[in-house]
């Protein structure tokens, strides 16, 4: 780990307010009957009692990463805080940017139609609204370019955060970066989607970035993402 990446993530630990981090140093081995307890516990990743509003407090004007530079606004997430189901994508556009709302241009226009279309037609009354949205990055990459390793594990922590509160029954994760910050594969999302894996306990759906359905010239994948999304509602809401 380098040295900057170090220096954020302690910084990161004192803001959700762990004071001490230790690191476990190699012991020279002791005979059983005289080994002394030298187990220090780590301390915790999450804070007890955490909220939404614990966390969007903890980020603030945010400088742990690179992204904070060209960014206008923090995007932390929108939706039904008590809903069954969340979507993850990649970070912000230049509309979110701008908003501060998640999935608002054209690729988001396109994820509430999906939603909304895909709920309407297997009966189910589910409206964007009810669910949750949000993204692993808060803050929008410079070009619309892919964020990069050491962003997504510095910004992934409010992510885990969030969805360690909201505790859905599903997670849908959208596209290549979010599937490999949720799941730590580099597997791509042609071989991933429509099957289940887990988050920690949480099942999560993997599905095409709606901004990929709109380059596609390939219509299938556009048919591959509703059959998700039907195989996911399914899930969630039978
Ligand atoms: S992307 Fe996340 S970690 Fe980086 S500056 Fe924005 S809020 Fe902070």
Redo the contacts with the bound molecule.
């Keep these: 780990m380098n040295q900057e990446l170090l220096r954020q993530m302690l910084a990161y630990y004192r803001d959700i307010g762990v004071e001490d981090v230790y690191r476990r140093v190699p012991q020279a081995p002791v005979a059983a009957a005289q080994k002394p307890d030298l187990e220090v516990p780590l301390p915790p990743l999450l804070p007890a009692d955490d909220s939404l509003e614990q966390i969007r407090a903890d980020?603030g004007d945010?400088?742990?990463?690179r992204?904070?530079e060209g960014?206008h606004n923090?995007v932390f997430g929108v939706g039904n805080e008590q809903t069954k189901l969340v979507f993850v994508g990649e970070g912000p556009g230049e509309d979110e940017d701008l908003q501060g709302i998640p999935f608002v241009g054209r690729a988001g226009q396109l994820l509430t139609a999906m939603i909304e279309n895909t709920a309407q037609k297997e009966g189910l009354p589910l409206k964007r609204a009810d669910v949750y949205i949000c993204n692993v990055?808060?803050?929008r990459p410079p070009k619309n370019r892919a964020p990069e390793a050491d962003?997504m594990e510095?910004?992934g922590q409010?992510l885990a955060r969030q969805l360690s509160v909201l505790k859905p029954k599903a997670i849908c994760s959208l596209g290549g970066t979010a599937t490999k910050a949720l799941l730590g594969t580099k597997e791509g999302v042609t071989k991933m989607r429509g099957k289940w894996f887990k988050w920690r306990d949480i099942p999560v759906m993997v599905t095409y970035h709606p901004s990929y359905l709109l380059r596609a010239y390939n219509q299938d994948a556009k048919r591959e993402a509703w059959e998700d999304l039907k195989t996911l509602f399914h899930f969630v809401y039978d």
């Design positions: 980020i945010c400088k742990r990463c992204l904070h960014r923090i990055v808060k803050c962003e510095i910004c409010f």
